[in-house]
């Protein structure tokens, strides 16, 4: 199976801040690579996928990049709405595996 | 717009069987879809992929499940279901049933998801 290490596992920053979770697969994936944002007691929603593309209606605050198979998902300027956590996941191998997850806290 | 929902006991004895259906809405599941599955999340924990089904009839499976899967679709209800036999206290989880609107480009994943269920297996 494909490993997705994701850090940091959680973090506290403020209102505007600019922060970069990131994921590396543990084998190449091309960009086969999508971000979720999962907010308590929801059910997780798309982001990004193909690394970099925006979901349709997503704000363009979030972004996604690769280089190789390090994975980054960016939000510019932190919102109230932003504070969640968030998992990558790759769909380039079977079984699709997740990252641990990131948990975005008000600081 | 689609609309999935998962439905099903909401709790099931040790060694028994989990059956969960997904019901969609808002399209046909046969016309607007081509690739269902479901995912997990034990309490507190974060989101394990339990297997997939794509409109060919090709199943993928987590194998570090312990209980065996089975994943099928019915387009003539608009669902799609979950198996999971001889169940124990570690399945006990949200169950997301999710499917995927994009186009095909041979790696589809699971981007559009119910809202989930929670099932616990306890005797």
């Known amino acids: 199976d494909i490993q997705m290490t994701q850090s940091p596992s959680s973090l506290s920053a403020s209102i505007g801040d600019r922060v970069t979770i990131t994921c590396r697969a543990s084998?190449?994936?091309?960009?086969?690579l999508a971000w979720f944002q999962q907010k308590p007691g929801k059910a997780p929603k798309s982001l990004i996928y193909?690394?970099?593309n925006l979901e349709s209606g997503v704000p363009s605050k979030f972004s996604g990049s690769r280089s190789g198979t390090d994975f980054s998902l960016t939000i510019s300027s932190l919102q109230p709405e932003d504070f969640a956590t968030y998992y990558c996941?790759?769909?380039?191998?079977?079984?699709?595996?997740f990252g641990g997850g990131t948990k975005v806290e008000i600081k | 717009q689609l609309r999935l929902q998962e439905s099903g006991p909401g709790l099931v004895k040790p060694s028994e069987t989990l059956s969960l259906t997904c019901t969609v809405s808002?399209?046909?599941?046969?016309?607007?879809?081509?690739?269902w599955g479901w995912i997990r999340q034990s309490p507190g924990k974060g989101l394990e992929w339990i297997g997939s089904?794509?409109?060919?009839?090709?199943?993928y499976y987590n194998p570090s499940l312990k209980s065996p899967v089975t994943i099928s679709v019915d387009t003539s209800k608009n669902q799609f279901s979950l198996r999971l036999t001889s169940v124990t206290a570690a399945d006990t989880a949200v169950y997301y049933c999710?499917?995927?609107?994009?186009?095909?480009?041979?790696?589809?994943?699971?981007?559009?998801w119910g809202q989930g269920t929670l099932v616990t297996v306890s005797s």
């Open positions: 999710a499917t995927t609107v994009k186009a095909w480009t041979g790696y589809p994943y699971l981007d559009y």
């Open positions: 808002g399209g046909s599941i046969s016309s607007t879809t081509y690739y």
């Open positions: 089904l794509d409109y060919s009839g090709s199943t």
């Open positions: 084998q190449g994936i091309s960009n086969h």
């Open positions: 193909a690394a970099s």
């Open positions: 996941q790759q769909y380039d191998n079977y079984p699709h595996t």
